[in-house]
């Protein structure tokens, strides 16, 4: 149980398109979800975190303009790179959080790489 | 400011010596404290929790709340335990709404045969 899914697995676009990025959770409820971003061989860097119905709690340093979430149902979020540029090019992994056993548990997908040209 | 640091971007040991994945953290009350383990093409995922007091795949970590470190250790690594290990800190209000965690930036082990 507890399976978290993401897509697209990798997407390239051009620079000032924009790209959605969708997270689901499978088999379980996700009272939340979290977006993070990762750049190469750096750590997890959380972006924001969105609950079911109501706006995403923005980082401090994230642009909420440019990085659109949408948590419009329990087991569906997504991420909108809004015309996006090569300096957006990056791994965007989510986790949701309400699967069993653990329900106060991360459980992650498997990352979107997104590449700008 | 809330913090974690993996001094070693990566650790090689060869198969059957002991493994120690060093954590410290900073932060002004009582985290709670994760190790996660990514395989490689695989994703994200835990592999303790310092609350839990539990041994995973013969990994064990003891929370120093006196040296705020949290060092992940294996008696005898084995080669299927080549990953990345990410340590992370969640604040106390882990279950409630925001509960966010806050990673290290990762140590590779390696296990040569």
């Known amino acids: 149980g507890a399976v978290v899914s993401q897509h697209p697995s990798w997407v390239i676009c051009k620079s000032g398109t924009s790209v959605k990025i969708e997270c689901r959770s499978l088999?379980?409820?996700?009272?939340?979800m979290f977006w993070y971003r990762q750049f190469p061989k750096q750590s997890l860097m959380l972006m924001a975190t969105?609950?079911?119905?109501?706006?995403?709690?923005?980082e401090q340093g994230v642009e909420k303009d440019k990085f659109l979430i949408n948590h419009a149902s329990l087991t569906l979020s997504t991420l909108t790179v809004t015309s996006a540029h090569p300096e957006d090019s990056s791994f965007y992994i989510c986790?949701?959080?309400?699967?069993?056993?653990?329900?106060?548990?991360?459980?992650f997908g498997p990352g979107t790489r997104l590449t700008v040209t | 400011a809330q913090r974690v640091t993996q001094p070693e971007k990566l650790l090689s040991v060869f198969k059957g010596a002991p493994v120690e994945l060093k954590c410290n953290y900073s932060?002004?009350?009582?985290?709670?404290l994760f190790w996660y383990v990514q395989y490689s093409r695989q994703r994200l995922q835990l592999l303790l929790r310092?609350?839990s007091r539990e041994s995973i795949k013969g990994f064990t970590a003891d929370l120093n709340k006196g040296e705020t470190s949290f060092h992940l250790k294996k008696p005898f690594a084995q080669e299927e335990d080549s990953a990345m290990y990410y340590c992370?800190?969640?604040?106390?209000?882990?279950?409630?709404?925001?509960?966010?965690?806050?990673f290290g930036k990762g140590t590779k082990l390696s296990v040569k045969p």
């Open positions: 986790s949701a959080r309400g699967g069993l056993p653990h329900p106060y548990e991360q459980y």
């Open positions: 088999d379980f409820q996700a009272t939340t």
């Open positions: 969105s609950n079911e119905g109501s706006k995403a709690t923005y």
């Open positions: 932060y002004s009350g009582s985290p709670e």
């Open positions: 310092h609350i």
């Open positions: 992370a800190l969640s604040g106390p209000n882990y279950g409630g709404s925001q509960g966010n965690l806050i």
